[in-house]
């Protein structure tokens, strides 16, 4: 299941990953890894790490890039993992034989994993256009200055004196 929302100046892309037969305590082990990561970098962390919580997760991190990129037309390497939490989901329960005819109840944990990716261009962008005043607390335009780089060598006018 994807969910998309797009805030005022962010661009989030949801990934969730429903009954996934593992419990939350362990599946929480690879995410505490990405966390905050770059896409790319998190991608890198979760092929290498042992864990068998590992591969859901990486399926997850690669959908929801995936998604981002058909959807919103983000660049992949602009992403970041912005929100990536473990939530316990139903147990399965399961029946086994025992003794004297007797059965045993198993409880199989399953756990839900959300991840959210957030594309930081856009906040570059902002930065660039907009500075914020302390003294204020007003965000304003900054003033475009035409800045220009003199080489001196290519001038001529440092070389031109005999």
């Not at 970098?41 to 092929?47: A, D, G, K, R, Y």
């Amino acid at each position: 299941m994807i969910k998309k929302r797009k805030k005022n100046l962010s661009t989030e892309v949801y990934a969730l990953g429903q009954h996934i037969c593992m419990s939350a305590h362990k599946a929480r082990r690879g995410i505490d890894q990405i966390r905050r990561r770059s896409y790319e970098e998190s991608l890198m962390i979760l092929e290498l790490m042992p864990y068998r919580a590992c591969y859901p997760i990486f399926k997850l991190v690669y959908s929801a890039a995936a998604n981002a990129s058909h959807s919103m037309s983000l660049n992949e390497a602009n992403l970041v993992i912005s929100k990536a939490e473990v939530n316990e989901g139903t147990a399965v329960k399961r029946l086994k034989p025992r003794a004297r005819g007797r059965s045993y109840l198993i409880k199989r944990p399953t756990c839900h994993i959300t991840i959210v990716l957030k594309d930081i261009s856009l906040y570059k962008e902002f930065e660039e256009y907009m500075v914020y005043s302390k003294k204020s607390g007003l965000i304003t335009k900054k003033k475009n200055k035409n800045l220009t780089c003199h080489d001196t060598y290519s001038s001529g006018g440092l070389w031109d004196k005999k």
